[in-house]
């Protein structure tokens, strides 16, 4: 019974003319107070005696809400234009700088914290405007340990992010530099916010974090365009060792390539088993000249020309040179009666050998021909010695107009461009601009 009267009751208050009443009015003073009153009446036994409270809260909520609409909506309307500026605004704050030498990556950080900030500040300005300043200090609070939260999740991301901050801050290298970092040494092709991608002599795209790159060994092979090269040879203890480092150093000098300051030289590094270790020295502009290159070519001359000179370049493992010659004395002399009485074939151990013998005397390492061939050089006529001495004069100025031929014609340029060109040529290794 007591329902049929609630509905009674508010179907007679619907009962008026909209043209004459207010909405709001209505809704608050008679139709929200029945459905309160009708729920009271269904549901008496649900343990909710009295429902007067409930709805005083609920009409102050309303009429909050109602007071706060205007700013609401101006505070909306607020924050969606500083949304909506933020790009052009941050833009033309940073547009005076547009002409420094801050790199894409910089600007680009900037950029996106002014940004940051301009949205920030439309969002607190909304905030106010609807009387939320309380839910936007709890909300700034909150910020904080969100904020720690997401360093711990993504701290690997955040290092390789600063890292690149860093790097174009101080820039240790440039885009098409040749570097070395840590065992890998290739053309820096990318850098982006991430990773470096380099792409090294084999044409391999090599990826390496910005946090490694930052905390590891940076060694820029191109940041000073003269580079030295350096090589080992080994020359024999019976060699004139200063003969052989002056003609090391004529042949190397004698490139064009090869810079004249700072000089070459030739060194003795160390004594090996049999040969002095000399260290060549070169410089060359690595912007034109290979290092491999010249090594190569002036390791293939040097060789040629002691062994034209006679140097011994012996090899540790195999041969041995005895500076002062090897006496050698062989004991199987065979005398005609052992022969003829065909005997055990013994030979005597301490019988003279005669200059007849099959086997002769052989001392410093020279045959008997040799030795033969100096008497005879001996008793030669000055004239003879002359003419000697004119033809090696003259084979050695043919052999300095082969070497400059040689060395005018060898390919000894830098591979450092075609890397480039590769590099150039090859598909990018990842999304995203070049912040360098």
Same mark, same amino acid.
């Given at each position: 019974?007591?329902?049929?009267?609630?509905?009674?009751?508010?179907?007679?208050?619907?009962?008026?003319?909209?043209?004459?009443?207010?909405?709001?009015?209505?809704?608050?003073?008679?139709?929200?107070?029945?459905?309160?009153?009708?729920?009271?009446?269904?549901?008496?036994?649900?343990?909710?005696?009295?429902?007067?409270?409930?709805?005083?809260?609920?009409?102050?909520?309303?009429?909050?809400?109602?007071?706060?609409?205007?700013?609401?909506?101006?505070?909306?309307?607020?924050? $969606?234009?500083?949304?909506?500026?933020?790009?052009?605004?941050?833009?033309?704050?940073?547009?005076?700088?547009?002409?420094?030498?801050?790199?894409?990556?910089?600007?680009?950080?900037?950029?996106?914290?002014? %940004?940051?900030?301009?949205?920030?500040?439309?969002?607190?300005?909304?905030?106010?405007?609807?009387?939320?300043?309380?839910?936007?200090?709890?909300?700034?609070?909150?910020?904080?340990?969100?904020?720690?939260?997401?360093?711990?999740?993504?701290?690997?991301?955040?290092?390789?992010?600063?890292?690149?901050?860093?790097?174009?801050?101080?820039?240790?290298?440039?885009?098409?530099?040749?570097?070395?970092?840590?065992?890998?040494?290739?053309?820096?092709?990318?850098?982006? %916010?991430?990773?470096?991608?380099?792409?090294?002599?084999?044409?391999?795209?090599?990826?390496?974090?910005?946090?490694?790159?930052?905390?590891?060994?940076?060694?820029?092979?191109?940041?000073?365009?003269?580079?030295?090269?350096?090589?080992?040879?080994?020359?024999?203890?019976?060699?004139?060792?200063?003969?052989?480092?002056?003609?090391?150093?004529?042949?190397?000098?004698?490139?064009?390539?090869?810079?004249?300051?700072?000089?070459?030289?030739?060194?003795?590094?160390?004594?090996?088993?049999?040969?002095?270790?000399?260290?060549?020295?070169?410089?060359?502009?690595?912007?034109?000249?290979?290092?491999?290159?010249?090594?190569?070519?002036?390791?293939?001359?040097?060789?040629?020309?002691?062994?034209?000179?006679?140097?011994?370049?012996?090899?540790?493992?195999?041969?041995?040179?005895?500076?002062?010659?090897?006496?050698?004395?062989?004991?199987?002399?065979?005398?005609?009666?052992?022969?003829?009485?065909?005997? %055990?074939?013994?030979?005597?151990?301490?019988?003279?050998?005669?200059?007849?013998?099959?086997?002769?005397?052989?001392?410093?390492?020279?045959?008997?021909?040799?030795?033969?061939?100096?008497?005879?050089?001996?008793?030669?006529? $000055?004239?003879?010695?002359?003419?000697?001495?004119?033809?090696?004069?003259? $084979?050695?100025?043919?052999?300095?107009?082969?070497?400059?031929?040689?060395?005018?014609?060898?390919?000894? %340029?830098?591979?450092?461009?075609?890397?480039?060109?590769?590099?150039?040529?090859?598909?990018?290794?990842?999304?995203?601009?070049?912040?360098?």
């Amino acid at each position: 019974m007591g329902i049929i009267n609630s509905l009674t009751a508010f179907f007679n208050l619907v009962d008026f003319s909209l043209a004459k009443l207010d909405v709001t009015n209505f809704i608050l003073t008679n139709i929200l107070p029945t459905a309160l009153l009708a729920a009271d009446t269904l549901a008496p036994s649900s343990g909710v005696e009295n429902l007067s409270e409930a709805q005083s809260v609920l009409l102050d909520l309303w009429h909050g809400f109602l007071y706060r609409l205007p700013g609401l909506g101006v505070g909306l309307l607020i924050m $969606a234009l500083f949304i909506i500026a933020a790009g052009p605004l941050s833009r033309l704050l940073l547009k005076p700088f547009s002409f420094s030498s801050l790199t894409p990556l910089i600007k680009s950080v900037a950029q996106r914290s002014i %940004s940051l900030v301009i949205m920030l500040l439309g969002v607190y300005l909304f905030l106010f405007m609807a009387g939320l300043t309380g839910f936007a200090v709890a909300v700034i609070s909150g910020t904080g340990v969100v904020g720690l939260i997401l360093g711990f999740a993504f701290r690997d991301i955040a290092e390789n992010f600063i890292s690149s901050l860093l790097l174009t801050i101080q820039r240790p290298f440039r885009i098409g530099d040749i570097v070395e970092i840590n065992e890998f040494t290739g053309i820096i092709q990318k850098v982006t %916010s991430r990773a470096t991608t380099m792409v090294d002599f084999d044409g391999n795209h090599i990826q390496i974090p910005n946090a490694t790159i930052y905390k590891g060994v940076i060694k820029n092979l191109t940041a000073n365009p003269l580079m030295r090269g350096h090589f080992v040879l080994g020359v024999g203890y019976d060699a004139d060792i200063r003969n052989a480092q002056n003609l090391a150093v004529e042949i190397i000098s004698s490139h064009a390539k090869v810079l004249k300051d700072p000089e070459p030289q030739v060194l003795i590094d160390n004594l090996g088993a049999s040969t002095y270790n000399l260290k060549v020295y070169f410089w060359v502009n690595v912007e034109d000249t290979s290092v491999l290159k010249m090594s190569s070519l002036l390791m293939r001359q040097i060789v040629g020309r002691f062994t034209e000179e006679n140097i011994s370049m012996p090899d540790d493992a195999r041969e041995r040179v005895f500076p002062n010659g090897l006496a050698i004395v062989s004991n199987q002399s065979v005398s005609k009666e052992d022969t003829a009485d065909d005997t %055990s074939g013994f030979t005597s151990l301490n019988k003279p050998i005669s200059e007849s013998n099959n086997f002769p005397l052989a001392t410093n390492n020279k045959s008997a021909v040799e030795i033969a061939g100096e008497s005879e050089e001996s008793r030669a006529p $000055a004239s003879a010695t002359q003419s000697d001495t004119a033809k090696a004069d003259t $084979a050695r100025s043919s052999a300095n107009s082969a070497l400059e031929h040689e060395n005018n014609n060898e390919d000894v %340029s830098s591979e450092a461009e075609d890397i480039r060109e590769q590099a150039k040529k090859a598909r990018d290794p990842e999304s995203g601009e070049n912040i360098l």
